[in-house]
């Protein structure tokens, strides 16, 4: 399944349905409507307004609702590009752990589900041979979900402070990819700004991709086992 996304083209997509959006659901609102529309909200929540994300990062997993990609281009769309991804780490970890929660010790019928896909059994193969390496792949392929990322690691034996070691470090570029993104909902009368918020993207993502593909063959990770 993996295989068969080809995550510049999943850039280029998201952007376009970015813009789609902008252009046809809110016609009326200019950069400047945004981020003043932006700027209210914060005044209005203030600080409880991270408050709020992180408990919605918490929750969303926890009862396995899959919007946390759309929670980490909130927060760039709210805070900027890097705020935004300070905001979001913060949730990604939350998820993390209730997501972790959730399928360890709550509702143990979401592992025995996950665990018969072809797909996650694979992924659960891999990570039983090759252990944190497979792992630290599995969070840095930020194009597969976040949320099931973390059910696929939560049905492993690593423990949830070895699991939120690897996410803190593998879900930074995929962090900071979508809090530009985000950044970028706001700036689309400004091209030269927009282009730097799908450039760092891009960059991201060209460089997560090789580092996975060097990795995976130097470890043999995905080949057919006997």
């Excluded at 009326?28 to 408050?51: K, N, P, W």
């Excluded at 700004?193 to 060209?206: D, E, K, M, Q, S």
Aim: charged share 10%.
């Amino acid at each position: 399944m993996i295989k068969k996304i080809n995550p510049v083209l999943l850039l280029v997509v998201l952007s376009v349905l970015v813009f789609l959006i902008r252009k046809f659901l809110f016609p009326d609102y200019s950069d400047a409507a945004l981020i003043s529309h932006f700027e209210r909200l914060l005044s209005i929540l203030g600080v409880l307004s991270i408050v709020y994300l992180l408990l919605l990062y918490f929750i969303c997993s926890f009862f396995f609702i899959p919007i946390l990609i759309p929670l980490n281009i909130v927060c760039g769309a709210l805070f900027g590009p890097f705020l935004g991804s300070v905001v979001s780490l913060a949730g990604i970890l939350l998820s993390c752990i209730g997501s972790t929660i959730s399928v360890r010790y709550v509702f143990k019928g979401m592992a025995n589900l996950a665990s018969r896909q072809k797909e996650v059994k694979k992924f659960l193969g891999q990570i039983d041979r090759y252990g944190f390496v497979a792992a630290i792949l599995v969070r840095l392929t930020f194009f597969v979900p976040y949320l099931l990322q973390n059910i696929i690691l939560a049905l492993t034996a690593i423990r949830l402070n070895e699991l939120l070691l690897l996410t803190f470090f593998g879900a930074i570029p995929g962090v900071i990819s979508y809090s530009f993104i985000g950044a970028g909902l706001v700036s689309f009368d400004d091209a030269g700004t927009y282009g730097t918020y799908l450039l760092v993207p891009a960059i991201f993502l060209a460089l997560v991709t090789l580092f996975i593909n060097t990795t995976r063959r130097q470890f043999g990770i995905g080949r057919d086992e006997d």
